[in-house]
């Protein structure tokens, strides 16, 4: 049983290019998280995302930023316009349901280098 | 607001006993979390606490929760060199769905 799935696991951008971050939920699952760490820093909340909707985007710039989990397929994270600042590890998490535990099942992380 | 803090850094010696401390703001929360991460590494769940319980164990792991003070914190007993990583605590966001709010994560190094 596979976990959480991301890729890449490293990219390297160079400003105002765009950086596309993908993540496959664990089998079953279909609530995803984002989440970004910035260096030396805890995670914050991005988005959480259902299947082909968006229920939360609070913590998510209000440009340059979006976030997508299609119906087939796997959820993306798309920044366009890169600049220093994306530099940070991008971390999707997954759970099977809003309820019980509240358990998030995290992902190795994509590590975003801006040049 | 929503907010969780936590002191940044921890050192033992191997062998003694780690505590790391945390506070949180939401006193709606229903559940709280201790996650690990190693270096390059994602986040892993090390246990958590249903709000309505003061103590939990799990093998080397003792969690207490203060719901009055709003304060967390995870013992491990007998730390090894295998638990230096940076451990988050997080509270569950109380809207009804499986958002966490995590504080910067306390870097706890073990030394011999």
């Known amino acids: 049983n596979a976990g959480v799935m991301q890729n890449p696991r490293h990219l390297v951008r160079r400003r105002g290019q765009e950086a596309r971050l993908r993540c496959s939920p664990m089998?079953?699952?279909?609530?995803v998280y984002w989440y970004r760490q910035l260096p030396e820093e805890g995670l914050k909340f991005m988005v959480y995302?259902?299947?082909?909707?968006?229920?939360?985007e609070s913590g998510m710039p209000k440009e340059r930023f979006s976030a997508e989990f299609p119906k087939e397929g796997p959820s993306i994270l798309r920044i366009q316009q890169v600049v220093r600042g994306d530099s940070a590890a991008y971390f999707c998490?997954?759970?099977?349901?809003?309820?019980?535990?509240?358990?998030?099942?995290f992902g190795e992380g994509s590590r975003l280098t801006v040049l | 607001g929503e907010d969780v803090e936590q002191s940044l850094f921890l050192s033992v010696r191997e062998g003694d006993s780690s505590v790391i401390n945390c506070t949180y703001t939401?006193?709606?929360?229903?559940?709280l979390y201790w996650y690990k991460q190693e270096p390059g590494a994602g986040l892993q769940l090390l246990t958590y606490?249903?709000?309505?319980?003061d103590m939990k164990q799990d093998q080397r792991l003792t969690v207490l929760l203060n719901k009055k003070d709003k304060h967390l914190s995870l013992r491990i007993a007998d730390t090894q060199t295998g638990d230096s990583a940076i451990y988050f605590c997080?509270?569950?966001?109380?809207?009804?769905?499986?958002?966490?709010?995590f504080g910067a994560g306390t870097r706890l190094a073990v030394h011999p």
């Open positions: 998490a997954s759970s099977p349901s809003s309820g019980d535990t509240g358990e998030l099942f």
């Open positions: 089998k079953g699952h279909s609530h």
């Open positions: 995302l259902q299947k082909e909707n968006i229920i939360d």
């Open positions: 939401d006193s709606s929360s229903t559940y």
């Open positions: 606490i249903f709000s309505n319980m």
């Open positions: 997080a509270e569950r966001f109380s809207g009804g769905y499986n958002k966490l709010i």
